[in-house]
């Protein structure tokens, strides 16, 4: 697998609170340069970006990093990113439903983010260091019921990230129109091609241009 076909299949990544215009800057250049899927960034960049960077696919995120935010207040957030400029959306479930065993109202919360999305794509993090395995099946159907496009591990920011055997499992139960993306803690070259030949269609990190850069310098 070449840099350039990995990289199509990143996610290039900057979501620290502390994050300033000139890591961002930084970041979109790197995209554009190295052709990756797209760049996540946080929700208040989304409007600088889109002005300063119009070619780019740019991904944000709503509910982040707990989840636990009011399904209205969720799509005002997925509204007002898409506004701004935003192409793709990353929303984390609510992990509370999930524990109560609401599987029905998680569905409902991702088509109602869904329907404001329209054709932008949606992901869905389910934050799986929080799971049993069948609550991971469980929300494999509350994924694929709502609509949304992707399901995706993790959100980074949890005790753990993806896990190889989590794709594996989503891939079995997920719908056939559902695609993966793994996120957290991929930290490897041989991680990247270990999700991707799983069947991820995405990887979200901040890693894998000096991963690919250092290891090939040159070869993009």
């Known amino acids: 697998m070449t840099n350039n076909e990995i990289m199509s299949h990143i996610d290039h990544t900057q979501l620290k609170a502390v994050s300033t215009k000139a890591d961002i800057d930084a970041l979109c250049i790197e995209a554009e340069k190295f052709g990756t899927a797209s760049v996540c960034i946080p929700?208040?960049?989304?409007?600088?970006?889109?002005?300063?960077?119009?070619?780019?696919?740019?991904?944000?995120?709503?509910?982040?990093?707990?989840?636990?935010?009011?399904?209205?207040?969720k799509v005002i957030e997925a509204a007002n990113a898409i506004v701004d400029g935003a192409d793709e959306i990353d929303m984390v479930i609510n992990l509370g439903m999930v524990k109560n065993n609401e599987f029905d109202e998680v569905t409902r919360e991702i088509a109602a983010v869904k329907k404001i999305c329209g054709s932008h794509i949606l992901k869905v993090i389910v934050e799986t260091c929080y799971l049993t395995d069948e609550e991971k099946i469980q929300l494999c159907q509350c994924v694929t019921e709502g609509g949304a496009d992707y399901i995706k591990t993790s959100t980074g920011f949890g005790t753990g990230g993806a896990k190889i055997e989590?794709?594996?499992?989503?891939?079995?139960?997920?719908?056939?129109?559902?695609?993966?993306?793994?996120?957290?803690?991929?930290?490897?070259?041989?991680?990247?091609?270990?999700?991707?030949?799983?069947?991820?269609?995405?990887?979200?990190?901040?890693?894998?241009?000096?991963?690919?850069?250092?290891?090939?310098?040159?070869?993009?």
């Open 43 to 73: 929700p208040a960049y989304v409007r600088y970006a889109r002005e300063k960077f119009p070619r780019l696919n740019i991904c944000t995120v709503i509910g982040f990093p707990l989840g636990y935010n009011t399904t209205e207040v």
């Open 166 to 220: 989590d794709i594996r499992l989503f891939k079995g139960h997920i719908g056939e129109n559902v695609k993966m993306k793994a996120a957290g803690g991929v930290k490897s070259r041989e991680d990247l091609e270990m999700f991707l030949e799983a069947g991820c269609d995405r990887i979200g990190t901040s890693s894998a241009v000096k991963l690919l850069n250092n290891e090939e310098a040159g070869s993009y």
